[in-house]
């Protein structure tokens, strides 16, 4: 079965606080996606990353950066120097070859508070 | 920019009425989705489309039908809403089956 966990529900941290935000996926296609988005206080979900599976290399953009290991079914997102515009809640999300047309498969989303 | 709209933010509606949410997208994406998003549930699939007047169930889809009679539009119907229809439902569209989709803003549904 495919399955996505974000074992941390709510994670409060001090603005400048470095954070790590939990991604666990369970797949038994060797073909798969793997995607983080934000949705902020107004709703909106916000696309952040997709990542294959074939493509373990980290990836870093301004502060954020994501770890992906195979080894591990992980597809960890940290944020660094924290921000109180980081506030919001994170999604790590899968989708897969033979899935169905682009079902994401979704966690259930951890709640960051950033605190000034 | 990829743009994703719905008809409303937020919505009040009686129980037993027909009910329309609309999304359109403007980037001629293939797939178009439509979600509810409840607390302590995550987001649930209701309904998608990967092309004119095709349809798919989603894991959520009784209660609900969807209409895509044009590419960029996409409709939620509730034949007879019921309280437990409340809930924020979210739009979103996407290239084929491995990109990601691009969200809406949600429409937050009150059923009373």
């Known amino acids: 079965a495919q399955k996505v966990t974000q074992a941390q529900t709510e994670i409060s941290v001090v603005e400048k606080e470095d954070v790590t935000l939990d991604c666990v996926y369970e797949?038994?296609?060797?073909?798969?996606?793997l995607f983080w988005y934000k949705q902020p206080p107004s709703g909106e979900l916000v696309f952040l990353i997709r990542?294959?599976?074939?493509?373990?290399q980290n990836e870093i953009s301004g502060r954020y950066s994501w770890n992906f290991q195979k080894s591990t079914s992980s597809f960890n997102f940290t944020i660094t120097a924290s921000q109180v515009v980081d506030s919001a809640v994170y999604f790590c999300a899968l989708t897969y070859y033979g899935g169905s047309q682009g079902n994401l498969i979704f966690g259930k989303g951890t709640k960051l508070s950033v605190k000034p | 920019d990829v743009k994703v709209t719905q008809s409303s933010r937020y919505l009040v509606k009686r129980t037993g009425e027909k009910v329309f949410l609309e999304c359109v997208q403007d980037m001629d994406h293939e797939n178009m989705f439509w979600y509810r998003q409840d607390p302590g549930l995550g987001l649930r699939l209701i309904y998608f489309?990967?092309?004119?007047?095709?349809?798919e169930k989603g894991d959520i889809p009784e209660g609900y039908s969807v209409s895509r009679e044009k590419k960029e539009r996409f409709s939620l119907i509730l034949e007879s809403a019921s309280t437990n229809q409340t809930s924020m439902y979210l739009c979103?569209?996407?290239?084929?089956?491995?990109?990601?989709?691009?969200f809406g803003p949600g429409t937050r549904l009150t059923v009373t």
């Open positions: 990542r294959n599976s074939f493509d373990e």
């Open positions: 979103a569209s996407g290239r084929d089956g491995l990109y990601e989709q691009y």
């Open positions: 797949t038994r296609d060797t073909t798969y996606y």
């Open positions: 489309s990967y092309d004119v007047k095709m349809k």
